[in-house]
């Protein structure tokens, strides 16, 4: 397992997500020097809803644009420095032990060649250790450089990694005139040490202008800041036909947004909302604007009574989405208007969630190697529906755990306290975890069997078996949700409630038929039984196949490498694994179109 940072509740664990697929699948951006530098003032407040920097201020794009892994975040969206490269997986996967330079954001050339050290030209930004990630070591850091005119960085400014802080304002001068030029740039970076934890560092509100001093630190902004809350009371999504069956039970009594008056002075702030059904672009609801004063560098809460929602959906399975989109600003200002305005999209599809998408942690059971780790999440239907399949958000893990297996299991009751627990269908076996990101972030798994299921309470669970090396098997979690988690745990025999806080992002499937991530999840149960032998082994292993032929076999490591690899076999053979380092390694058969369930071996 990932020697890593860990938050740790009797058999509960949460660690790193090391995986973020929001930018795993993102379109490759183009991002090239601009053709024309840019000119003073330079203002970025990550106000974007794209995951990468823009590419009008920026060169690179390694960084992660969001505004969940900021804690009280100075507006809303910020850049998010780990050990993640652009495609969102780990700079090293395999080497646990690495520090090295991990996320860089350039800025794109800036002309200050007409500007001189009397000019004082002042960089500032605010940055933040750990936010809702996990804190960058001691040996880690964030660090700044200035680009000279030799085309030489400088490093101007860096910090040791520590705990989580609030976001603090570093005010950074531009002295040497080697930087007064026209091609001047500005590059932040930030050093990780892969396997400790994800060292994340989160960056916001960049300013760089002359007539500035080391004391010009008003920032002078009536800015929208973390994410409204949802307009349901328990669920973060669900489909529409089961929300309508019940919209008085299902609808929270409010919504609401929040903002902040970084001003040193109280203002008065224009407030208010609209709402969309965004498929069809049909206006549901517009509120009337309202006033408030809000009090100097004091955020305050924004709360609206629930809108009433009276739209057809065109048919009893479509997708609605219902586009809020919140302002405050103060009228006649000259601040920033971009940060004005958040948008909160509640969404009707074919799921039950309560996870919000994005996972800022991962979390596993402790599981004990004779018995089985259970965990179930409790959802309620308010009509009649069928459960045709599970969406599971996986957080990657070193080595990988892609010979890892579960089942997925489908309960009308558990009892706390007991073992007892009652399955609605014969659990499915042989799923093996998925990491490449589909549409929604989640590898999708289509039941054999489609579960009816009646009006009330269902538990949807995954089942990690004992001895089967499928140990610490990782879930994402979103720690952004507020309320109950619905979790229970079985790790030690019993059924338990979870005690953590946040959500773990395993969503039911519900009404029309899915289709699986991909063609071999699940794989159907085997009926034909192998052996491999002896175990340990030094130079040679047997495998006995006798009643499937031709079979190939492989021999993985624990990050699921194939190392060696013999086809066209059939019965009883051998394999010389002589040059293998000593270790743990995974013996596969591959037959007829179907994966057997590896078998682990060890090397001696």
Same mark, same amino acid.
């Given at each position: 397992m990932l020697a890593c940072s860990f938050i740790a509740h009797a058999q509960e664990m949460l660690v790193p997500i090391n995986y973020n697929p929001f930018v795993q699948k993102q379109p490759e951006k183009v991002v090239a020097k601009a053709t024309t530098a840019l000119s003073l003032p330079f203002f970025e407040d990550f106000t974007s809803y794209d995951v990468f920097p823009d590419p009008l201020k920026w060169m690179d794009h390694s960084v992660y644009i969001n505004n969940t892994m900021g804690v009280n975040p100075i507006s809303r969206g910020v850049a998010t420095f780990d050990a993640l490269n652009a495609q969102g997986a780990p700079y090293d996967s395999f080497n646990n032990a690495t520090l090295l330079y991990a996320d860089s954001l350039t800025s794109q050339s800036i002309d200050l060649s007409s500007n001189t050290p009397g000019d004082s030209v002042y960089l500032s930004f605010f940055c933040q250790p750990q936010g809702n990630g996990f804190y960058p070591e001691p040996d880690d850091s964030l660090m700044l450089y200035f680009k000279k005119t030799s085309g030489a960085w400088q490093k101007v400014w860096g910090q040791e990694g520590s705990t989580l802080q609030q976001f603090t304002q570093v005010m950074v001068p531009v002295l040497d005139t080697g930087f007064f030029h026209g091609a001047f740039q500005f590059r932040f970076v930030n050093k990780a040490s892969?396997?400790?934890?994800? %060292?994340?560092?989160?960056?916001? !509100?960049?300013?760089?202008? &002359? $007539?500035?001093?080391?004391?010009?630190? *008003?920032?002078?902004?009536?800015?929208?800041?973390?994410?409204?809350?949802?307009?349901?009371? %328990?669920?973060?999504?669900?489909? !529409?036909?089961?929300?309508? &069956? $019940?919209?008085?039970?299902?609808?929270? *009594?409010?919504?609401?947004?929040?903002?902040?008056?970084?001003?040193?002075?109280?203002?008065?702030?224009?407030?208010?909302?609209?709402?969309?059904?965004?498929?069809? $672009?049909?206006g549901i609801f517009t509120s009337s604007v309202s006033n408030a004063t809000v009090a100097a560098y004091t955020g305050q809460q924004f709360q609206f009574p629930t809108y009433n929602i009276s739209y057809s959906a065109p048919s009893n399975y479509s997708k609605v989405i219902l586009e809020n989109k919140y302002f405050a600003s103060e009228p006649g200002s000259t601040d920033p208007k971009d940060n004005d305005t958040i948008i909160h999209d509640q969404v009707f599809d074919n799921y039950l969630a309560y996870d919000d998408g994005t996972a800022e942690k991962s979390y596993f059971l402790k599981q004990f190697s004779t018995l089985p780790a259970k965990l179930a999440i409790e959802f309620h239907l308010n009509q009649p529906d069928t459960l045709r399949g599970v969406a599971i958000y996986f957080g990657r893990q070193s080595p990988m755990a892609f010979n890892k297996f579960f089942s997925i299991a489908v309960y009308n009751n558990i009892t706390i306290g007991s073992y007892f627990d009652t399955t609605i269908v014969q659990p499915q076996e042989l799923n093996f975890p998925g990491y490449v990101d589909t549409v929604n972030h989640f590898w999708i798994y289509k039941l054999d069997t489609p579960v009816a299921l009646n009006p009330g309470v269902f538990f949807l669970g995954v089942i990690q078996p004992a001895m089967s090396g499928s140990d610490s098997l990782y879930y994402g979690w979103d720690v952004n949700r507020i309320g109950g988690n619905h979790l229970y745990i079985n790790a030690t025999g019993t059924w338990a409630s979870s005690a953590m806080a946040g959500a773990a992002m395993i969503r039911p499937l519900m009404g029309q038929p899915v289709i699986a991530t991909n063609i071999g999840t699940p794989l159907k149960p085997e009926t034909t039984d192998w052996t491999v032998y002896p175990n340990p082994a030094t130079n040679i292993i047997w495998v006995d196949m006798e009643d499937v032929a031709p079979y190939t076999c492989e021999v993985l490591d624990a990050q699921g490498r194939v190392l060696l690899r013999q086809a066209n076999l059939s019965g009883k053979r051998t394999l010389n694994i002589a040059q293998l380092s000593s270790g743990i390694y995974?013996?596969?058969?591959?037959?007829?179109?179907?994966?057997?369930?590896?078998?682990?071996?060890?090397?001696?």
């Amino acid at each position: 397992m990932l020697a890593c940072s860990f938050i740790a509740h009797a058999q509960e664990m949460l660690v790193p997500i090391n995986y973020n697929p929001f930018v795993q699948k993102q379109p490759e951006k183009v991002v090239a020097k601009a053709t024309t530098a840019l000119s003073l003032p330079f203002f970025e407040d990550f106000t974007s809803y794209d995951v990468f920097p823009d590419p009008l201020k920026w060169m690179d794009h390694s960084v992660y644009i969001n505004n969940t892994m900021g804690v009280n975040p100075i507006s809303r969206g910020v850049a998010t420095f780990d050990a993640l490269n652009a495609q969102g997986a780990p700079y090293d996967s395999f080497n646990n032990a690495t520090l090295l330079y991990a996320d860089s954001l350039t800025s794109q050339s800036i002309d200050l060649s007409s500007n001189t050290p009397g000019d004082s030209v002042y960089l500032s930004f605010f940055c933040q250790p750990q936010g809702n990630g996990f804190y960058p070591e001691p040996d880690d850091s964030l660090m700044l450089y200035f680009k000279k005119t030799s085309g030489a960085w400088q490093k101007v400014w860096g910090q040791e990694g520590s705990t989580l802080q609030q976001f603090t304002q570093v005010m950074v001068p531009v002295l040497d005139t080697g930087f007064f030029h026209g091609a001047f740039q500005f590059r932040f970076v930030n050093k990780a040490s892969i396997g400790i934890n994800d %060292d994340v560092w989160n960056v916001d !509100y960049i300013r760089l202008d &002359a $007539n500035r001093s080391a004391t010009d630190t *008003a920032i002078n902004d009536i800015a929208t800041t973390i994410d409204p809350t949802n307009l349901l009371n %328990d669920y973060t999504a669900m489909p !529409y036909r089961q929300f309508t &069956a $019940n919209m008085t039970g299902e609808l929270a *009594a409010q919504h609401s947004f929040y903002a902040e008056n970084r001003y040193g002075n109280s203002h008065s702030v224009d407030y208010g909302y609209s709402a969309t059904e965004k498929t069809s $672009n049909t206006g549901i609801f517009t509120s009337s604007v309202s006033n408030a004063t809000v009090a100097a560098y004091t955020g305050q809460q924004f709360q609206f009574p629930t809108y009433n929602i009276s739209y057809s959906a065109p048919s009893n399975y479509s997708k609605v989405i219902l586009e809020n989109k919140y302002f405050a600003s103060e009228p006649g200002s000259t601040d920033p208007k971009d940060n004005d305005t958040i948008i909160h999209d509640q969404v009707f599809d074919n799921y039950l969630a309560y996870d919000d998408g994005t996972a800022e942690k991962s979390y596993f059971l402790k599981q004990f190697s004779t018995l089985p780790a259970k965990l179930a999440i409790e959802f309620h239907l308010n009509q009649p529906d069928t459960l045709r399949g599970v969406a599971i958000y996986f957080g990657r893990q070193s080595p990988m755990a892609f010979n890892k297996f579960f089942s997925i299991a489908v309960y009308n009751n558990i009892t706390i306290g007991s073992y007892f627990d009652t399955t609605i269908v014969q659990p499915q076996e042989l799923n093996f975890p998925g990491y490449v990101d589909t549409v929604n972030h989640f590898w999708i798994y289509k039941l054999d069997t489609p579960v009816a299921l009646n009006p009330g309470v269902f538990f949807l669970g995954v089942i990690q078996p004992a001895m089967s090396g499928s140990d610490s098997l990782y879930y994402g979690w979103d720690v952004n949700r507020i309320g109950g988690n619905h979790l229970y745990i079985n790790a030690t025999g019993t059924w338990a409630s979870s005690a953590m806080a946040g959500a773990a992002m395993i969503r039911p499937l519900m009404g029309q038929p899915v289709i699986a991530t991909n063609i071999g999840t699940p794989l159907k149960p085997e009926t034909t039984d192998w052996t491999v032998y002896p175990n340990p082994a030094t130079n040679i292993i047997w495998v006995d196949m006798e009643d499937v032929a031709p079979y190939t076999c492989e021999v993985l490591d624990a990050q699921g490498r194939v190392l060696l690899r013999q086809a066209n076999l059939s019965g009883k053979r051998t394999l010389n694994i002589a040059q293998l380092s000593s270790g743990i390694y995974f013996v596969r058969i591959l037959a007829g179109g179907q994966a057997f369930t590896p078998k682990k071996i060890i090397k001696l």
